[in-house]
């Protein structure tokens, strides 16, 4: 390292403290990488890679990005993943001594992004802390460094609980201790999420004493800790608007797994990933991006709060009833821009004259806001009124510090408004006044020489000067000007008046800029006093936000108020499936029914594929999550309980990466489940046990049946095409059979899309096939196959006799393979008038005497040429 240049040198001594991240080293206008940050760089960022010299023989590789548009550079290496840290000079380069000092000012990772494309207007940015603790439990906090909310929680349900919360949040960074167990980790990074190791635990600034004071949890503490201080260290700068740490507890909300969440589509589609086509896309008619992320945090985690869920549905109600007054809120809020972001940007350092003005707009809305709120007269909305704070004082502070349009740069100057400063008033006045001194001089020259093109100019170089063109050089007196430039065409000149002016007016733009810059910084401090009461400012206006657009929305799509009942019945009149009826569109989507209660735990639902049984199972689920977390729902009467947790097994997907089939993923979403549902639960389990043999199927489906009604008693809605299971209906007393209805027109399966009582009676799973246009061909032949299997010689051996049987030999069955004639097969329809009566054969004497003996032959007893033997004596006597 000795034979580097000091420069080098200095790079390698930072760069070995963060060999995990891109270094950004500061060098003049440039921020450059070098060695294999250079370059990795390079490719990363299809930069053009260079060398220089170092003081060894090898040039080092090196490449670069400009000061000034490193933002966006930054910005493509944290999306993939990356961290970079940002090393700057820290002192005057004119006071240093030898090489200029330069230290990392901060350390940018996925989960601490504050600006740019990383950070989403209606998504959170979260930051995860995960310990894992001898006893077996974890805590587990998270933190967004854009609005400085955090949370923390004990977790006692294996780390299969951990990875729900990630997924819940999307946290994109876990931080750990280097102890963490691998394979753990290896979990975590299967599912995309960075993990870094962070040792650092002991309780920095003081600060974090304040923010962990309603801590009282050593596990809480030591989780905590690790993230706010990986906070401290990493943004290394004062971060006033991180607020306390709240703790959670997961069964203060409706438990929703990570899966379940998946198959309902929560808050993005299976297929796209994207929001169009969720829940959250449907209910997204809120004008903040506050707002929009409170609707987002609500739907991830419904009340279980029977008082909370109501007081938001008489909310609701009363907006609805306040149709005008809630177009104007809606009016209002549009002008409230992020206040939670706002407070934090203040708070980072990172906020300029804009931000503030836009601060600034926001607050002259809240007086409006609670004008408005006023008029609803109701309790619920004087309380949301009153919370709301305009905060006076900065809204008059902005008013006459901040210029209504200000330039996005602090450096250009313009920023303080006329008349806020005394001192600021007097360099303005000088330098304008300098300005319109120059511009009289140059009148008066024009006059005085005749030289109408005579102008004066100024260049940072030579400051101030009158230029006049070769051409006009004769006009001018002997030593009437000094000169000081000579160019092609024109001669460049100054005089003693013009220079005295020049000092007095660069000094004055000079000083007015600094205290300009100073006095905004004075301004972003005196802010920061105000971050709590903007934050809780912020939150109230999410609320209320959230609140009138689940009242829009329940307007809009005619959705009813939910009542709760505390027998655990479940009503629901002509239910509808939200999201799919907002696709139809124009379409008329089919409403149904849903009725259950104490002897109605378990529906069975049969019915043709593409007929709407996962459409109508999602839809009870949503409809439950809808009235949970305070929204109206899709129907015109509806009376839920309150659950606890949704479990759904919906659609075919398997988990390449953790080598898990489609069927292991089915029978472990089951298995979650069966472990953890109550009576309070709602199960929705589709097709369970397509994924193997037709016996193993019926066997697994009515062993989780019957499980889920005799020892778990949860509302549970099971769909299947094994038409055998519906006998369960007689043989367990809280199951009944419903289905979805499909007739026959012109040859062709019609769907009702209609919930009635009882079982299906036909599959129609050929005609579904000739839906999709499968060749003819192999529709005929599919009918042939289908007409032998129900011929009476076909011989299928109840579900109920292979499942039901406690011995595991008892299970073994004997198939009989269908004879019939192959010569002449006639093609069966599923839809034909009932068959003619056919005549029936009535045995001979001789044939009753056989099938006699064949029923009182004791098989079991027989050796096998015995049992070849009597065949072949019964096939003789039927010949003869």
């Not at 996005?408 to 408004?417: H, P, R, V």
Request: net charge negative; with cysteine.
């Amino acid at each position: 390292m000795a034979a580097y240049t000091p420069m080098m040198q200095q790079y390698l001594k930072v760069k070995a403290e963060y060999q995990d991240a891109f270094l950004f080293f500061r060098l003049g206008d440039f921020y450059e990488m070098f060695f294999d940050d250079a370059i990795k760089a390079s490719q990363e960022l299809e930069i053009t890679l260079t060398s220089r010299e170092g003081g060894m023989e090898e040039r080092i590789p090196m490449c670069g990005v400009p000061y000034h548009s490193a933002a966006n550079y930054i910005e493509q290496l944290i999306e993939k993943g990356y961290k970079v840290a940002i090393c700057e000079q820290t002192e005057d380069p004119k006071q240093a001594k030898g090489v200029v000092r330069r230290e990392v000012v901060q350390l940018i990772t996925p989960g601490t992004v504050m600006e740019g494309r990383g950070l989403s207007d209606k998504e959170n940015n979260y930051l995860a802390s995960v310990s894992a603790f001898t006893d077996g439990t974890y805590g587990f906090a998270y933190n967004d460094l854009s609005t400085g909310e955090s949370r923390v929680t004990l977790l006692a349900g294996g780390f299969d609980e951990v990875l729900n919360e990630l997924a819940v949040l999307g946290a994109k960074e876990v931080v750990i201790s280097s102890s963490f167990d691998g394979e753990l980790q290896k979990k975590m990074r299967e599912r995309d999420v960075l993990a870094l190791s962070f040792e650092d635990n002991t309780q920095v600034e003081q600060h974090f004493a304040e923010l962990a004071k309603g801590l009282n949890q050593d596990k809480m503490l030591e989780t905590a800790a690790r993230l706010i201080n990986y906070l401290y260290r990493t943004q290394k700068r004062s971060l006033d608007h991180l607020q306390p740490v709240v703790t959670y507890q997961i069964h203060q909300y409706m438990k929703i797994d990570y899966y379940s969440k998946r198959n309902l589509e929560l808050t993005e589609t299976i297929r796209s990933k994207g929001k169009k086509g969720s829940l959250l896309w449907l209910l997204d008619e809120t004008m903040t991006a506050m707002g929009g992320r409170t609707l987002k945090h609500w739907i991830d985690r419904p009340l279980i709060d029977r008082e909370e869920i109501e007081r938001r549905h008489a909310l609701v109600e009363t907006f609805i009833n306040g149709y005008f007054e809630r177009q104007e809120l809606r009016e209002k809020l549009k002008e409230v821009y992020d206040l939670e972001r706002l407070a934090g940007r203040v708070a980072f350092g990172n906020v300029n004259a804009r931000d503030l003005v836009q601060l600034k707009r926001s607050l002259m809305q809240i007086p409006f806001l609670q004008e408005v709120m006023g008029r609803f007269g109701t309790v619920e909305t004087r309380q949301l009124a009153d919370k709301l704070d305009p905060c006076e004082d900065v809204t008059d502070l902005l008013d006459r510090a901040i210029v209504e349009n200000p330039p996005l740069s602090l450096k250009d100057g313009n920023i303080i408004q006329d008349g806020y400063h005394e001192q600021l008033d007097q360099y303005r006045d000088a330098s304008r006044n300098g300005k319109t001194w120059i511009a009289q001089l140059e009148r008066q020259e024009r006059e005085k020489t005749g030289i109408k093109s005579l102008k004066i100019g100024y260049n940072r170089v030579f400051g101030y000067y009158i230029e006049v063109t070769r051409a006009n050089l004769h006009l001018l007196q002997e030593g009437q000007y000094e000169r000081k430039q000579t160019l092609t065409n024109a001669e460049r000149y100054i005089t003693p008046d013009l220079k005295e002016k020049e000092s007095l007016i660069l000094q004055a733009e000079e000083k007015c800029g600094e205290l300009e810059y100073e006095l905004f910084t004075e301004i972003r401090e005196t802010i920061k006093e105000y971050i709590p009461r903007l934050q809780a400012l912020a939150k109230t206006v999410s609320e209320l936000d959230v609140l009138q657009c689940f009242a829009e929305v329940s307007e809009n799509r005619h959705y009813v108020k939910p009542v709760f009942s505390n027998e655990r019945r479940i009503v629901i009149k002509e239910g509808r499936h939200p999201v799919v009826e907002k696709v139809l569109n124009t379409q008329e989507y089919v409403p149904n029914d849903c009725f259950m209660n104490s002897e109605r735990e378990v529906l069975l639902i049969t019915g043709p594929n593409m007929s709407g049984k996962s459409t109508y199972m999602r839809q009870i689920a949503l409809t439950a999550i809808l009235a949970q977390i305070g929204c109206y729902v899709p129907a015109s009467e509806a009376v839920l309980p309150v659950f606890d947790q949704v479990f759904t097994r919906i659609g075919a997907a398997d988990d390449l990466i953790s080598g898990q089939s489609t069927f292991m993923v089915e029978m472990l979403e089951a298995r979650n489940a069966i472990q953890n549902a109550t009576q309070s639960s709602l199960i929705l389990f589709d097709e369970i046990g397509r994924g193997t043999s037709t016996y193993d199927g019926m066997a697994l489906a009515q062993a989780i049946i019957e499980y889920i009604h005799d020892r778990i008693g949860a509302k549970t809605l099971f769909s299947t095409h094994y038409h055998e299971l519906t006998v369960l209906e007689e043989e367990l007393d809280n199951l009944k059979n419903v289905h979805v209805s499909a007739i026959e027109h012109n040859g062709k399966v019609v769907f009702l899309h209609k919930i009635k009582e009882g079982p299906a009676d036909k599959s129609y799973g050929i005609h579904v096939a000739q839906l999709a246009d499968l060749p003819p061909e192999l529709i005929k032949r599919a009918n042939e196959i289908l007409m032998a299997l129900e011929q009476p010689s076909y011989q299928a051996v109840p579900v109920a006799a292979a499942v039901m049987a406690s011995e595991p030999s008892a299970v073994a069955v004997e198939e009989t393979v269908p004879v019939h004639d192959t010569k002449e097969t006639a093609q069966l329809s599923f839809f034909d008038e009932e068959p003619k009566e056919t005549k029936k054969h009535e045995p001979s004497a001789k044939e009753k005497r056989v099938l006699d003996q064949i029923k009182h032959l004791d098989i079991l007893d027989l050796t096998p040429l015995q049992a070849i033997n009597t065949l072949y004596e019964i096939q003789k006597k039927l010949k003869n």
